[in-house]
């Protein structure tokens, strides 16, 4: 397997109710390194862009509310195919459907407030983390 970085975001659901502790040792335990980390909350327009692969969608607007609605944790995550492999602990996006074990079955609270986030390819991933870090800002 290869090493990869991915993005991860613990969304404001999570941080509201003091999940942050408990979906980080999730990814911990899930072979995931953390290797940047910073709390911090969007504005509308960074929101915005950071979804605009979204915009056309009929929930853009909710999600670009939901994602400043409070503070979020944005990571980089390291590890052996870690893009596969985050998305494996994330569980699927809607948390009805996600698997027992997952942190969307176990914390999400709706497809939109389903607690995390995380990139879905490298060209992704790449792009997401750029958003957040400076190279200088991640210590892998």
Known sequence: MAIQRTLSIIKPDATRR???????????QGGLHVIAQKRLRLTREQAERFYAVHASR???NDLCTFMT?????????????AIARNRRVMGSTNPANAEAGTI????????????????????????????FFAEMEIAG
């Not at 609270?109 to 983390?129: C, F, K, L, M, R």
């Open 18 to 28: 003091n999940l942050t502790g408990q979906i980080i040792a999730r990814l911990e």
């Open 58 to 60: 009929s929930f853009f």
């Open 69 to 81: 609605s409070g503070p979020v944790v944005v990571q980089v995550l390291e590890g052996d195919d």
């Open 104 to 131: 969307r079955k176990d914390f999400g609270e709706s497809i939109e407030a389903n607690s995390v986030h995380g990139s879905d390819s490298p060209d992704t991933a790449a792009q997401e983390i750029r958003f």
